[in-house]
């Protein structure tokens, strides 16, 4: 995971404040996906991005927004914190020239308290 | 709908002898499956993949997988645990429907090696 890295890695903030999570890689990969991890659920895609400007939902999408202006930056907000977000989130990217865009490869994860 | 169950949420051997985590799956299709491997406080690393290749999948570390699709079974194998080898192990499923970036996850079977 070394090309792609996620800030902050660990946040507490208050309910109902906006929070950012950034995902940047190095790796050139087209797709982009944001994943929530909690006990007992494994990881569920939240949304991910097959482009510039362009992204799609997943499983668990309310109360997130994403956004990707350039190739290497994935932003994923949370309008409006809410405790049930607490949880650890994974960025992920796939897609790299010359191979499949089967495998995804993950960063490090940010630690998301909301208190 | 595609799904993953892992048969065990915990598993635990001493250190030399054989490791199995069980993994099934449910698919209209033949599909394309995978094992992650997440240490504590990491992000996910990809330990092997099936793609409708050879049945019998070799990863890192050792480790190997058998696809069997009269069993819907993708179990993982390892000859001989190692201490580094306790970890949590994903198995995932690619959906044909909704498109071939998103991954389903299971829930995750943590392996404890003991000396």
């Known amino acids: 995971d070394a090309g792609i890295t996620q800030s902050p890695r660990h946040k507490v903030t208050e309910t109902g404040t906006p929070v950012t999570l950034r995902c940047h890689q190095t790796e050139n990969h087209r797709y982009m996906y944001w994943y929530r991890q909690d006990p007992g659920h494994g990881l569920r895609l939240i949304h991910y991005s097959y482009g510039v400007k362009d992204t799609d939902k997943g499983e668990v999408s309310d109360g997130y927004s994403v956004s990707r202006s350039k190739t290497e930056d994935f932003l994923l907000t949370l309008e409006s914190a809410t405790s049930s977000q607490t949880s650890v989130y994974f960025c992920a990217i796939s897609g790299r020239v010359g191979g499949t865009n089967y495998e995804q490869y993950f960063g490090p994860g940010t630690r998301l308290t909301v208190t | 709908a595609q799904s993953v169950t892992q048969l065990d949420s915990h598993v635990s051997v001493s250190e030399g002898t054989p490791v199995l985590l069980r993994c099934n799956y449910s698919s209209s299709y033949s599909p394309s499956l995978f094992w992650y491997v997440q240490h504590p406080n990491k992000g996910l690393q990809l330990l092997l993949k099936y793609t409708s290749a050879a049945t019998l999948v070799k990863g890192i570390n050792g480790f190997e997988a058998e696809f069997k699709k009269s069993e819907t079974s993708f179990h993982l194998t390892k000859p001989s645990a190692h201490m580094s080898d306790a970890a949590e192990y994903f198995c995932?499923?690619?959906?044909?429907?909704?498109?071939?970036?998103?991954?389903?996850f299971g829930a995750g079977t943590r392996l404890a090696v003991h000396p």
């Open positions: 995932v499923v690619i959906p044909i429907s909704g498109g071939y970036n998103k991954l389903i």
